[in-house]
């Protein structure tokens, strides 16, 4: 399932939502429509939201792939937008299967086992590529 809903929706509202119809998906398995225990999701969404997703889906992951939109003013893909889409897709699927598109600048990290965007380094520090807008992580050793 791909969602998409307004940004302005309120994340407990849409997790209802979303559990009741992952219950209907799992409750229809039994009768042979698929084999698969949890329903296939990708939750749209800006990344600053990462906490209260998590808050109800902890199994989910925010993939690096950021979600451009035509008919944004702001989020255009390229130069005609005016800032970078902080625009996520969060997914149940395993992070390594799903390849994002090395020509608009993807990459696979093999520590990490998913693709991330060229800019975003490993850290060894945290043994995870840190980014979730593009910028590179900063450490504050002081405290």
Not at 1 to 15: I, K, Q, R, S, T
Not at 32 to 48: A, K, N, V
Request: hydrophobic fraction near 35%; proline fraction near 8%; include cysteine.
């Amino acid at each position: 399932m791909v969602a998409d809903p307004p940004f302005g929706g309120l994340v407990e509202a849409l997790a209802s939502s979303f559990r009741k119809l992952m219950a209907m998906w799992s409750s229809a398995g039994g009768a042979g429509i698929s084999t698969r225990q949890e329903l296939p999701f990708l939750w749209i969404f800006p990344y600053f939201f990462e906490p209260r997703i998590l808050e109800f889906f902890p199994s989910f992951t925010m993939l690096d792939y950021q979600v451009d939109y035509d008919n944004h003013p702001l989020y255009k893909h390229g130069k005609r937008g005016r800032k970078q889409s902080p625009v996520h897709i969060f997914t149940n699927l395993s992070p390594g299967s799903i390849v994002l598109p090395a020509e608009e600048g993807y990459r696979f990290c093999p520590v990490c086992q998913r693709y991330v965007s060229a800019e975003n380094q490993h850290c060894d520090l945290c043994n995870s590529c840190t980014s979730k807008d593009g910028r590179r992580w900063t450490h504050c050793n002081l405290c």
